[in-house]
């Protein structure tokens, strides 16, 4: 089975939106943005609803 994968990448694309926004934001520091961002880390369903939020998207939308 393969690991679950978000899409936060993809959304922060399409919105022209950088990593560094969406950190301050969340108020969580670059690097564990970008570890969502990049796969290597999963956020909480916490944070993910919270992503959601900020980016203006359906939480089903931020994942795979």
């Known amino acids: 089975m393969d690991k679950p994968r978000n ?3 993809e959304v ?3 919105k022209g939106i950088k990593q560094t ?7 969580k520091s ?3 943005v970008n570890s969502y961002v990049c796969n290597r880390r999963q956020p909480s369903l916490d944070v993910l609803f919270e992503i959601a939020i900020i980016l203006q998207v359906n939480p089903k939308d931020l994942i795979e």
């Open 12 to 14: 922060l694309e399409e």
């Open 30 to 32: 670059f690097c564990i």
């Open 7 to 9: 899409r936060i990448k």
């Open 21 to 27: 926004w969406l950190a301050e934001k969340l108020g």
